[in-house]
């Protein structure tokens, strides 16, 4: 989304354009920006707001919004009168498999996941530095763990981030982690580069992450990435449960498990 934002800022007005799109460019142009301001800035603004932080007339605003709102892109809260993405702006970043969507592909291996543990599974992406959820299975149990789709967090603090730096090439995996800020979330967090970067390497022995309540205490969490084709991680499968109910002594188990479900969803996607 920023290329696009960034392509239409330098090439959106060039007189080679024709008129008709000369004059249609500008909106989607901002109202590229507008997504991407609530995406990665303020998380939901009001009219008067992205109007006074953007720099844009206010109608061109209200006409954005409300054609955003009607595409499903964005939502408005009826009583604080504020906008914010919703989830469908996830279906544009899915990848596809011969027309199969990651999702779709991992589905039938995150409810076999689910069925052997009774636990909640996600299917995780990377985003940059972060780790997005795009899908979960919530658990059976009474008490149980959960996350809104479209929910990040630091790659470093989780299992299924780290299942998936793990897996990138040495050279991207090398550049991705100097870009990391570690900041410390509970007494167990990674939060140095030389530490992170030694169980990166155990990761990739072992074929599966952990998360021992590192970024949320009394959490804990097992994942492996999801390849391609060509073996880059273009996701990953976890399974997340109350430390009760998932110690560390069960994590080999839990890690044979969300193993063979990223290889069924690897099958499922790449077929």
Do not use: W
């Not at 707001?49 to 595409?71: C, D, K, M, N, W």
């Not at 959490?219 to 009760?244: E, L, M, Q």
């Amino acid at each position: 989304m920023l290329f696009i934002c960034e392509f239409l800022f330098k090439y959106g007005e060039t007189e080679s354009m024709v008129t008709k799109t000369r004059s249609t460019v500008p909106n989607l142009q901002r109202g590229m920006v507008v997504l991407e301001y609530l995406a990665t800035g303020a998380r939901s603004a009001t009219s008067s707001e992205l109007t006074e932080r953007l720099g844009y007339p206010s109608a061109s605003v209200f006409r954005i919004t409300q054609e955003l709102t009607e595409l499903g892109y964005l939502m408005r809260d009826p009583v604080s009168k504020r906008f914010s993405l919703t989830n469908k702006l996830l279906l544009l970043g899915q990848p596809q498999g011969q027309q199969r969507g990651l999702v779709e592909a991992a589905l039938p291996a995150m409810r076999g996941l689910r069925k052997q543990t009774r636990e909640t599974t996600q299917l995780c992406c990377l985003v940059e530095t972060e780790n997005v959820v795009l899908e979960q299975l919530v658990s059976t149990h009474p008490f149980k763990y959960s996350a809104e789709l479209g929910a990040r967090c630091p790659a470093y603090s989780c299992a299924p981030g780290k299942a998936m730096i793990a897996g990138l090439p040495d050279d991207e995996r090398e550049e991705l982690t100097e870009r990391i800020t570690f900041k410390r979330f509970t007494p167990t967090t990674i939060t140095g580069r030389r530490a992170f970067l030694k169980e990166l390497q155990q990761i990739v022995g072992v074929g599966y992450a952990i998360d021992c309540a590192e970024g949320m205490e009394g959490v804990h969490c097992v994942a492996a990435a999801v390849r391609d084709r060509n073996g880059i991680p273009v996701g990953a499968i976890t399974v997340t449960a109350p430390s009760t109910r998932l110690p560390e002594s069960a994590f080999s188990a839990a890690g044979e498990m969300v193993i063979e479900a990223a290889r069924n969803a690897e099958q499922s996607y790449c077929e």
